[in-house]
């Protein structure tokens, strides 16, 4: 099996240059007349590439459902919806036109210059109009009712009128330091294993989290202040700001290698709330570094970029994991502790099931706010559940996500822990003593540079990490700066940030200032009794209050109501679709929109004038997507059938359809016809054959009787003809006549015999 992997890989590569080759031998890419038609062949190749390496991506998931692997489960768990994945294909065929025009460019140029600083603005823009790229780069149409300026897309796009993808989903992660690859473009640190820092390898990112990292469950301390819950919501926040979506293949192309069967350094192998900023960032940056880095409010201001920096998303607001327990502890209604309530983690990854045999919800969130978090010590960092035993299954191995996230840092590009100190105006650290004194730790200090051999060469991640807390915090001096950076940027730079006057009423900023946590599970659990501030753990029953004494937020702050002696009342609801209320030049407007895939026919919005509304309300009608041809729902090897507000992808038998829900993908079976034929093939076989022996064996022992003997002993002599197999012993003459039933082996069936 190794030998083929091996192979396969091997005569991807060959085909992958030939095909190259093939279409671009008789063009010179990058000159003459012929650059246009050269580098549109150069993509169509990038993207047949693709293309066959996502199928063949699918493929193997749909011939091995039920066996997965953990980078499987991983790889599941970010599987991109469907904008996330059509920008991610054109990106990768824009990522592998490019690769092929540096191999290309390096051939005849100075090797010491970067690829894209030899390839002009126009060829780069020409490949990235044909990948498919530029669409998701160029600035999206934004509406322009009063409704633009009372509510937010949920995409996060148009937020800021001059700059409308600031902020957007799916856009590139903002980056604040220029990026660090080896090749200065995508190799990353420590990929090339003689390339050297400072005079030193970088170490591989699993020695790091062996020797300085990994702690076992049993020696990790608990945090004496917060409860588990703060964990929790930094994982729930770090997933709704800072995810990034799988790759669409996990497959070879372009020469690249099969991440599942090799373990080289290959090409592809590698709303923030009211309560995340109120109750939550405090306690991680501690009083005087919020009030440093994050501030008072001052309004919104346009010129800020509230993108997600890949710092933060990447580095910094992955310190959470230092905090998680290496146990799910589940408590009773009285927040009491029975034999097998805990569960260490492996015993929780991807078994839902257990929330729906073994108590619910509600036994967690007792265990949530009434345990403590792990602590972040510097020489405890992670436990063992998360380093050796992530997305533990029984017929496989396990993940180590300690070195997943430093290799996702060398992925994304992310310069040293010292060029990050350096950004946030603290010092650089030059020797062992000022490691030491960063981290206030020195065995952690001489285990980090007995394997990265210079303060320069250190992971930001690691760094971060390991740097001793700032006074009343849960973080050290550089991930303080780098969150609260991203926190006033999301917060300063959204146009419909809470406080930010004329997006909420005075009342309706009231009465969301009185909202909180502890209000949030008490209306969302079967909890009766929670802490005044869920953050902070508490102990039972003392420091638990009823929720009938738990402040919440009174809605009819935002009840709309038409104004008295109003003319126009409300129209009738719109089938399959809705309407909004706002004010534009003191009229009353309502504002209509249909649910995904209908489309309004009629006026988007409409008028209150004091003889009534301006127009009859529109109507939402049914789009037809398989009518469109530029950006078809489906795949060619699916047939496309629409449906009333979507569009069903199906597939002629034996085809079944991919996780896409869009691609048709060959299952490995026989088509159901076939199946049919076969098995009423082999019942007329095998009743032709009963009916043959039938036949033979009457026809045989008619032939036969003459020559028989009147009774044993009595005739010629001649000993009497055997039987005929399957038609057994006969019976002697004088015996009464009968017919024998015999089973014919061969094929099931049944012969008589006289």
């Known amino acids: 099996m190794g030998a083929r992997a091996v192979l396969g890989v091997t005569l991807a590569a060959a085909c992958a240059g030939a095909f190259f080759a093939s279409i671009l031998r008789r063009k010179d890419l990058l000159g003459g007349d012929t650059e246009a038609s050269g580098v549109a062949g150069l993509v169509e190749a990038s993207r047949l590439l693709v293309d066959e390496a996502i199928h063949t991506t699918m493929r193997r998931n749909l011939h091995k459902r039920g066996i997965f692997s953990p980078s499987q489960l991983l790889s599941f768990s970010k599987l991109p919806e469907p904008t996330s994945r059509t920008a991610s294909r054109a990106a990768e065929i824009m990522a592998t036109?490019?690769?092929?025009?540096?191999?290309?460019?390096?051939?005849?140029?100075?090797?010491?210059?970067?690829?894209?600083?030899?390839?002009?603005?126009?060829?780069?823009?020409?490949?990235?109009?044909?990948?498919?790229?530029?669409?998701?780069?160029?600035?999206?149409?934004?509406?322009?009712?009063?409704?633009?300026?009372?509510?937010?897309?949920?995409?996060?796009?148009?937020?800021?009128?001059?700059?409308?993808?600031?902020?957007?989903?799916?856009?590139a992660l903002a980056r604040w330091l220029p990026p660090a690859y080896e090749d200065g473009v995508t190799e990353p640190r420590g990929w090339n294993p003689h390339f050297l820092y400072n005079g030193f390898p970088l170490p591989p990112v699993r020695e790091v989290t062996r020797q300085v990292i990994h702690v076992s469950n049993e020696a990790v301390t608990e945090d004496g202040q917060y409860s588990d819950l703060l964990m929790a919501w930094g994982q729930y926040i770090d997933h709704d700001v800072a995810f990034t979506p799988q790759s669409t293949s996990k497959a070879a192309f372009a020469g690249g290698a099969d991440c599942q069967l090799t373990c080289e350094n290959r090409s592809p192998c590698f709303p923030i709330q009211i309560i995340t900023l109120r109750d939550y960032i405090p306690k991680i940056l501690g009083t005087e570094a919020f009030g440093q880095h994050v501030g008072p409010y001052q309004g919104y201001d346009p010129?800020?970029?509230?993108?997600?920096?890949?710092?933060?998303?990447?580095?910094?607001?992955?310190?959470?994991?230092?905090?998680?327990?290496?146990?799910?502890?589940?408590?009773?209604?009285?927040?009491?502790?029975?034999?097998?309530?805990?569960?260490?983690?492996?015993?929780?990854?991807?078994?839902?099931?257990?929330?729906?045999?073994?108590?619910?919800?509600?036994?967690?969130?007792?265990?949530?706010?009434?345990?403590?978090?792990?602590?972040?010590?510097?020489?405890?960092?992670?436990?063992e559940e998360l380093t050796e035993r992530l997305f533990v299954l029984s017929n496989s191995g396990t993940l180590?996500?300690?070195?997943?996230?430093?290799?996702?840092?060398?992925?994304?590009?992310?310069?040293?822990?010292?060029?990050?100190?350096?950004?946030?105006?603290?010092?650089?650290?030059?020797?062992?003593?000022?490691?030491?004194?960063?981290?206030?730790?020195?065995?952690?200090?001489?285990?980090?540079?007995?394997?990265?051999?210079?303060?320069?060469?250190?992971?930001?991640?690691?760094?971060?990490?390991?740097?001793?807390?700032?006074?009343?915090?849960?973080?050290?001096?550089?991930?303080?700066?780098?969150?609260?950076?991203?926190?006033?940027?999301?917060r300063d730079g959204d146009r419909f940030w809470w406080e930010n006057p004329g997006v909420f009423t005075e009342a309706q900023r009231r009465e969301l200032s009185r909202h909180?946590?502890?209000?949030?599970?008490?209306?969302?659990?079967?909890?009766?009794?929670?802490?005044?501030?869920?953050?902070?753990?508490?102990?039972?029953?003392?420091?638990?209050?009823?929720?009938?004494?738990?402040?919440?937020?009174?809605?009819?702050?935002?009840?709309?109501?038409?104004?008295?002696?109003?003319?126009?009342?409300?129209?009738?609801?719109?089938?399959?679709?809705?309407?909004?209320?706002?004010?534009?030049?003191?009229?009353?407007?309502?504002?209509?929109?249909?649910?995904?895939?209908?489309?309004?026919?009629?006026?988007?919005?409409?008028?209150?004038?004091?003889?009534g509304w301006d127009s009859p309300p529109p109507l939402c009608k049914d789009i037809n997507e398989c009518e469109d041809e530029t950006d078809p729902p489906?795949?060619?090897?699916?047939?496309?059938?629409?449906?009333?507000?979507?569009?069903?992808?199906?597939?002629?038998?034996?085809?079944?359809?991919?996780?896409?829900?869009?691609?048709?993908?060959?299952?490995?079976?026989?088509?159901?016809?076939?199946?049919?034929?076969?098995?009423?093939?082999?019942?007329?076989?095998?009743?032709?054959?009963?009916?043959?022996?039938?036949?033979?064996?009457?026809?045989?022992?008619?032939?036969?009787?003459?020559l028989l003997p009147v009774g044993e002993g009595e005739g010629d002599g001649k000993s009497p003809s055997p039987p005929?197999?399957?038609?057994?012993?006969?019976?002697?003459?004088?015996?009464?006549?009968a017919l024998e039933v015999e089973q014919d082996l061969s094929c099931g069936s049944r012969v008589l015999c006289e």
């Open 516 to 611: 909180s946590m502890s209000r949030v599970i008490c209306d969302n659990s079967g909890l009766s009794h929670v802490p005044l501030d869920a953050f902070r753990v508490g102990q039972w029953p003392q420091e638990f209050e009823p929720c009938a004494s738990i402040q919440g937020m009174d809605l009819g702050a935002w009840r709309e109501a038409p104004p008295p002696g109003d003319a126009c009342g409300f129209p009738d609801p719109v089938e399959d679709g809705g309407f909004l209320l706002c004010e534009e030049r003191g009229q009353r407007v309502l504002v209509f929109s249909c649910r995904h895939g209908f489309r309004l026919r009629g006026p988007a919005q409409i008028t209150c004038t004091p003889r």
């Open 634 to 706: 489906c795949h060619a090897s699916a047939r496309c059938k629409n449906t009333k507000g979507g569009v069903l992808c199906e597939c002629s038998d034996p085809l079944v359809l991919g996780e896409d829900g869009r691609t048709c993908m060959d299952a490995g079976r026989l088509p159901r016809a076939s199946v049919v034929s076969i098995a009423l093939g082999a019942v007329l076989v095998c009743g032709l054959a009963g009916l043959a022996w039938t036949v033979v064996c009457r026809w045989t022992h008619a032939d036969a009787r003459p």
């Open 303 to 383: 010129a800020v970029d509230p993108t997600v920096s890949n710092v933060f998303s990447t580095a910094a607001f992955r310190f959470g994991h230092a905090t998680i327990h290496p146990l799910v502890r589940r408590l009773d209604a009285r927040f009491q502790e029975h034999p097998g309530s805990h569960l260490p983690l492996r015993a929780a990854f991807f078994q839902p099931w257990r929330l729906l045999r073994e108590g619910g919800v509600d036994p967690v969130l007792r265990g949530l706010l009434a345990r403590p978090a792990k602590l972040q010590v510097q020489d405890q960092l992670m436990n």
């Open 97 to 171: 036109a490019v690769q092929e025009v540096k191999r290309r460019v390096c051939r005849r140029r100075d090797a010491d210059r970067l690829p894209t600083d030899v390839l002009s603005e126009e060829l780069l823009s020409t490949i990235a109009n044909l990948s498919g790229c530029l669409p998701h780069m160029l600035p999206p149409s934004c509406p322009h009712t009063c409704l633009a300026n009372k509510y937010r897309l949920i995409t996060g796009a148009c937020n800021n009128r001059d700059h409308p993808r600031w902020g957007a989903s799916n856009t």
């Open 400 to 490: 180590d996500l300690a070195s997943i996230n430093l290799q996702r840092g060398r992925d994304h590009g992310l310069p040293g822990y010292n060029e990050w100190r350096e950004f946030c105006g603290l010092s650089r650290l030059e020797t062992w003593a000022d490691l030491s004194a960063a981290t206030a730790n020195g065995r952690v200090a001489d285990r980090i540079l007995g394997l990265y051999q210079h303060p320069d060469n250190i992971d930001v991640w690691l760094g971060g990490l390991a740097e001793s807390f700032l006074p009343g915090a849960r973080t050290g001096p550089l991930f303080a700066c780098i969150i609260g950076k991203q926190m006033r940027a999301l």
């Open 724 to 737: 005929l197999p399957g038609c057994g012993n006969r019976r002697d003459v004088g015996a009464a006549p």
